[in-house]
């Protein structure tokens, strides 16, 4: 069962680029990383994916180290609105074609005007 | 509009008594999954579906049980519900795996705050 850990908490004014960082040690080859971004009492909602290096999209870029053992969601000038709790998650692959999914515990961001 | 629904959004019940968390999407998505929310603990699997009349245990399967007879519902049956089991469930589908695949972005459902007295 893969394990993540990421910090538990994060406090950022408004307009600063806010790092949160995901440490994956037994990712598997085939795995992507994904990350997820949750208000209070909602689900949670898709931000990005990304396999190695660096994937940026209009919201965010994550970077992935060459061993992937760890990923940086990087959210650029942040705003009161990205106040949330962010989630790192890794696939492992649990038999022929079956995903377990291992969440981490999320890092609840506060930004600060 | 596509979306996962999930129902009821609000649930209290006591100790025992059978009850059902409906789960439905309309993506014609291959992956479901439940999940529960607790404080601290983040999101845990609770059982995931490949494809219809295809499950797997999650994280913490125990006291949970579902069934996948249709592509688009996904169910949650707690047989005999304990107060341990008070949680916020969230249901969620994928087009393929997530985790394992570029496109296996999850959408979840607006969650079921669930109580057992």
């Known amino acids: 069962l893969a394990k993540t850990t990421q910090p538990i908490s994060m406090d950022s004014y408004e307009g600063q680029e806010v790092n949160i960082t995901c440490s994956h040690n037994?990712?598997?080859?085939?795995?992507?990383i994904t990350w997820y971004q949750q208000f209070p009492s909602q689900g949670p909602r898709f931000i990005i994916q990304?396999?190695?290096t660096k994937v940026t999209n209009e919201v965010a870029s994550l970077f992935i180290p060459a061993d992937r053992k760890s990923s940086t969601l990087s959210l650029p000038r942040v705003s009161l609105s990205d106040t949330a709790v962010y989630y790192c998650?890794?696939?492992?692959?649990?038999?022929?074609?079956?995903?377990?999914?291992?969440f981490g515990k999320g890092t609840k961001l506060s930004v600060i005007p | 509009e596509a979306q996962v629904t999930q129902n009821p959004r609000y649930l209290i019940t006591v100790t025992g008594k059978k009850l059902t968390v409906t789960c439905s999407q309309n993506?014609?998505?291959?992956?479901m999954s439940w999940y529960r929310q607790d404080p601290g603990l983040g999101l845990r699997q609770i059982y995931y579906?490949?494809?219809?009349?295809?499950?797997d245990k999650g994280d913490v399967p125990e006291g949970y049980k579902v069934s996948r007879k249709e592509k688009r519902n996904f169910p949650l049956i707690l047989e005999s519900p304990s107060p341990n089991q008070t949680s916020l469930y969230f249901c969620?589908?994928?087009?393929?795996?997530?985790?394992?695949?570029?496109?296996?972005?999850?959408?979840f459902g607006p969650g079921t705050r669930l109580t057992v007295l």
């Open positions: 037994n990712i598997a080859t085939n795995d992507y």
């Open positions: 993506m014609n998505h291959e992956y």
């Open positions: 990304g396999y190695k």
């Open positions: 969620a589908s994928s087009l393929t795996p997530p985790g394992g695949a570029a496109s296996g972005e999850q959408f």
């Open positions: 579906s490949m494809n219809v009349e295809v499950t």
């Open positions: 998650l890794v696939g492992v692959r649990s038999g022929a074609g079956s995903y377990q999914l291992t």
